[in-house]
């Protein structure tokens, strides 16, 4: 007997997986309390019913969207660089700055996943201590322990860590919420390759200690 769906399986699964998509881009959009099943439900191209049978409650198509969001990390764990055994300075230099180039590509790749991340982040109450048990608490130590990693190596300037990475989170992010306002005043577009690199070239030398 054959483990692979039949079509009407397949059908299902595609229809879902268009709801889910669609909620990811209402939730980062609107946020969850603006969101609706129905403003889903258009999104997908479905009826509201059906957004309904998949999912049950706008709480569980959040959360399913919100570990969706997050498989999307392992894109940017495959990118991260890793620092080579008794690297020179240059060696240093560089690394750092593949870490900040792969950080402000990966927010800019995927909005999505930034707009739920700073819209819950901002929201106390029972999401957001869902969200930081299952995923934030765990991102948030891996990046304390990657900022403690790089001042040891002298890579960063000594000081918190926490005040460290939200200095660098704010650097990485803000420029690519407001590029639309940017672009509008200035004409420069802050999310091209070209302005992307100026952005982290200009942290480091901020966040280069002194000697």
Do not use: C
Not at 30 to 38: D, I, N, P, Q, T
Not at 60 to 88: F, G, I, K, Y
Not at 115 to 128: D, H, K, N, S, Y
Not at 143 to 172: D, V
């Amino acid at each position: 007997m054959s483990d692979q769906p039949n079509a009407r399986e397949l059908k299902k699964q595609r229809t879902r997986q268009r709801i889910l998509d669609a909620a990811i881009t209402v939730f980062a959009e609107a946020g969850f309390e603006a969101a609706s099943m129905g403003s889903i439900a258009t999104r997908a191209g479905v009826k509201k019913a059906l957004v309904q049978y998949h999912f049950e409650t706008k709480l569980n198509l959040w959360q399913e969207a919100v570990d969706a969001l997050w498989l999307q990390l392992e894109v940017l764990d495959n990118r991260l660089p890793t620092l080579p055994e008794a690297p020179n300075a240059e060696q240093e230099r560089g690394y750092i700055r593949e870490v900040f180039r792969q950080l402000i590509r990966f927010a800019k790749d995927h909005p999505a996943w930034v707009g739920v991340m700073f819209r819950e982040a901002a929201t106390p109450g029972p999401r957001l201590d869902w969200l930081v048990e299952r995923h934030l608490r765990r991102n948030f130590n891996d990046g304390i322990k990657l900022i403690s990693m790089a001042q040891e190596h002298g890579l960063l300037p000594p000081g918190s860590p926490l005040h460290i990475i939200h200095i660098i989170s704010g650097a990485l992010t803000y420029p690519l919420l407001v590029a639309p306002l940017t672009q509008r005043v200035t004409g420069v577009d802050m999310t091209s390759d070209e302005e992307l690199d100026i952005t982290v070239d200009m942290l480091m030398g901020m966040l280069s200690p002194k000697s």
